[in-house]
């Protein structure tokens, strides 16, 4: 009961943990040649190009003299204008959070979590683009986390992560850990056409690729999406495009992965690849609609390592347990609406479940169930010329998680945050939010209600 009476909680705070989900960060357009670009610390969903060095004019009325520099020197120098760009962009984001979870000290939720206010340091996230040509590019997006440090241990220690400095005397040194977000190389067959090769973001709805938190308007992004009903993150081919068509614009994705799994970077345990698809259209309706459909298809394996026996005969046997397994399909529906100062989106999510047969997981209360979670959250929001363009903003969640165990039957989570999202200077985000979330289910778990202030500051560089 008490995983999921306080999931609520981890919503709230999920963002503000050193092993949160980064949530992070755009990606380059489709036939767009630049690098990606750090997350625009502005609400739009549509990254900001990197800007370009400033070129220095050689216009003249005087008739050019001919150049003493030969092209061998050009070559030698790296500044051959025939050959790719051979810059090496670096460019991320990070953010600082301080929290005060407010939970009823009558409430179980609050022996699970630190009653102490805190400052976080949340995410801290690098890009390294190049473009290799016009047509070919290559990303790195890495994410530098404090992690295992503070994971609570079986016994009910906390993780420490300390070890000698040999630079320092042997004084004690705290490490973390480092998570690869995505590192793909893409080439752009066409102006419509581009083909990505790698482990990416997965394409679907508002805030999972563009993830970086100077985008995200809250302090938290919504609890459906911090549940991964779709894979955050897949490894295989993505391919993708916009095409007009007069004064609309139609955007799709289709993607052929390892899918969801344990090691699914490089390890599709299965065998059984995941399928999926977006389509998305950008309308002229007032400033700007974007409407998008977003689905997956694949299955989930995590078993122990081969196990090859030899029978009495010397004929070998795969005997290698089942593990756990099972089948999922995942579907969602967004909509992006601005009109000036106004900002209003949402998305509805869902995820249907099927163990397959005596692959079923073991899980605190008894086994892990099949069926289907839903979940959907609106946002709106005005942004302001004034006041450091200050954007007051309100979130509505609902969440209907899969019956089970720690839950109980027909369980419904309600969230509802109000904050300020303020904008002092094009790469710097501040914001304040207040959040209160609701648990409610069948008897005898009943009802459950946890409270959090929250604040942040977020930039990209």
């Not at 992070?24 to 370009?52: L, M, Y």
Request: net charge negative; glycine share 8%; charged share 20%.
């Amino acid at each position: 009961m008490i995983g999921h009476r306080v999931i609520i909680a981890l919503s709230i705070v999920a963002p503000l943990s050193a092993t949160a989900d980064p949530d992070p960060t755009p990606s380059s357009p489709p036939g767009d040649a630049s690098a990606p670009a750090v997350p625009a610390p502005a609400e739009s969903t549509t990254p900001a190009p990197t800007p370009a060095l400033p070129v220095a004019s050689t216009a003249s009325d005087e008739p050019e003299e001919e150049s003493a520099v030969t092209d061998a020197d050009l070559v030698v120098l790296g500044l051959d204008s025939t050959q790719p760009d051979d810059r090496l962009n670096i460019h991320g984001f990070a953010d600082l959070s301080w929290r005060a979870l407010l939970i009823p000290a009558k409430d179980l939720a609050a022996n699970y979590f630190p009653k102490e206010n805190s400052f976080v340091v949340g995410n801290v996230n690098l890009y390294v683009t190049k473009n290799l040509s016009a047509r070919w590019r290559s990303m790195l997006e890495v994410r530098f986390l404090y992690a295992p440090a503070g994971v609570e241990n079986a016994d009910g220690t906390l993780t420490h992560t300390t070890a000698p400095n040999p630079a320092d005397l042997e004084r004690p040194i705290q490490w973390g850990g480092v998570s690869i977000e995505r590192v793909y190389l893409e080439y752009d067959v066409n102006e419509w056409l581009t083909i990505q090769a790698g482990s990416f973001l997965t394409p679907y709805g508002i805030w999972n690729v563009d993830h970086g938190s100077p985008v995200i308007i809250p302090a938290t992004r919504p609890f459906v999406i911090g549940e991964s009903l779709f894979p955050q993150q897949q490894t295989g081919l993505h391919i993708y495009g916009k095409r007009p068509f007069g004064d609309y614009q139609l955007g799709y994705h289709a993607t052929v992965t390892n899918g969801r799994g344990p090691f699914q970077a490089f390890r599709d345990l299965d065998q059984n690849k995941a399928l999926g698809a977006r389509v998305e259209i950008d309308a002229p309706w007032l400033d700007r609609v974007q409407i998008g459909i977003s689905g997956y298809r694949g299955r989930f394996t995590d078993r122990p390592a081969d196990v090859i026996i030899a029978d009495d005969s010397g004929t070998l046997i795969n005997t290698t347990p089942a593990g756990t397994s099972y089948d999922e399909e995942s579907w969602g529906v967004d909509v992006l609406v601005h009109r000036g100062g106004l900002h209003l989106q949402a998305e509805v999510i869902a995820n249907n479940r099927h163990y397959r047969t005596g692959a079923r997981e073991l899980v605190r209360g008894g086994f892990a169930s099949d069926g289907l979670y839903v979940g959907a959250y609106a946002l709106a929001g005005y942004r302001f010329e004034r006041w450091w363009q200050v954007m007051p903003f309100a979130v509505v969640e609902l969440d209907r998680p899969r019956s089970g165990a720690d839950l109980g039957d027909h369980p419904t989570i309600l969230q509802v945050t109000a904050g300020l999202n303020f904008r002092p200077h094009p790469s710097v985000v501040l914001k304040l939010d207040y959040a209160q979330g609701e648990i409610y289910s069948a008897p005898p778990l009943g009802h459950s209600m946890l409270r959090a202030i929250l604040t942040q500051a977020a930039w990209a560089f």
